[in-house]
């Protein structure tokens, strides 16, 4: 797993990356019953990553941040899975977590999501618990929708609400560039609004999987396809302006990520990504040049 080959103990301190996300393909079948919907998506890591930090404390869970904005309660997700960790294990102890984000919040990357994958692992290995993987992504799933990808992370097709994984070939080392226009989205309101959405163009995700198993970059890049990208761009249009100009850059395929905002792009050199880099960060402040990992 991707969390366990990074994290560093260092006596009863845990040292973890936790990664972003991207959404190669984006798709949403339908709402169930239970308020979720059934989505079909392709997620790839990038090598943006905000740095978690745990230390064995003897009673209770402190959480901070320097994020001034981001809760240090339970409405944080970190602490929602430390929380979580003592309840279903029964370990009597605390966590002290240091979280240092890089990756945006509220912008469709999964940070939150991988901060508490992270602090799952961390406790995991700190306090011995043993949890098989199985394990961790039960709990995992009890925290969102994303946490159970972010314990392993790569190049996966999630089913299901995404919890159903199936690795992929590795997509590795491809540039990629973000813009995080300066527009909070909540995802919650995006699938609502794509309920009522009158027209809805969905990707062909089945193309994207056969472009990935075959190693073809200009069919993966032609086929990136986000069906949340209409209805959010109602709330942010700077979506559509900046995937244009993504292209203009020389992009080989853009989308939004997740429901957004952020925009990526996918860029055949490290020179035209940091040419498409420096100028859009004449404008935004959260532009980011990264790559893919596995």
């Known amino acids: 797993m991707k969390l366990y080959n990074d994290i560093i103990i260092k006596g009863s301190r845990a040292i973890s990356k936790s990664y972003a996300k991207i959404n190669l393909t984006l798709d949403v079948l339908g709402r169930l019953e239970n308020g979720y919907h059934e989505v079909k998506m392709i997620m790839q890591s990038l090598n943006l990553f905000d740095l978690v930090i745990v230390d064995k404390q003897d009673f209770g869970i402190n959480i901070s941040t320097n994020c001034k904005f981001l809760p240090n ?7 929602k899975a430390a929380e979580l960790f003592f309840k279903e294990t029964g370990i009597a102890g605390g966590a002290k977590i240091l979280i240092h984000k890089n990756i945006p919040v509220a912008a469709g990357l999964a940070g939150g999501s991988g901060n508490a994958a992270a602090t799952l692992c961390s406790l995991n290995l700190l306090y011995n618990a043993e949890l098989s993987d199985s394990e961790l992504e039960r709990l995992a799933l009890k925290l969102g929708a994303d946490v159970p990808y972010c314990l392993s992370g790569g190049t996966q097709l999630a089913e299901g609400i995404g919890e159903r994984l199936t690795p992929l070939k590795p997509i590795c080392g491809a540039p990629v560039v973000l813009v995080k226009p300066p527009v909070s989205i909540l995802t919650a309101d995006i699938y609502r609004m794509i309920d009522s959405a009158p027209t809805l163009v969905h990707p062909n995700t089945d193309t994207m999987l056969h472009a990935i198993e075959s190693s073809d970059t200009d069919r993966i890049c032609s086929n990136i396809s986000n069906i949340l990208e209409s209805v959010t ?5 700077k ?56």
């Open 233 to 237: 761009q109602e709330l942010c249009p």
């Open 239 to 294: 979506v559509i302006s900046i995937k244009e100009k993504m292209l203009a850059l020389g992009a080989l395929g853009t989308a939004m990520s997740g429901s957004g905002p952020t925009v990526f792009g996918i860029f055949p050199d490290n020179a035209t990504a940091k040419k498409a880099c420096d100028s859009f960060s004449e404008k935004y402040d959260e532009v980011f040049l990264t790559h893919t990992i596995a």
């Open 73 to 79: 309660n339970d409405g944080n997700i970190a602490y």
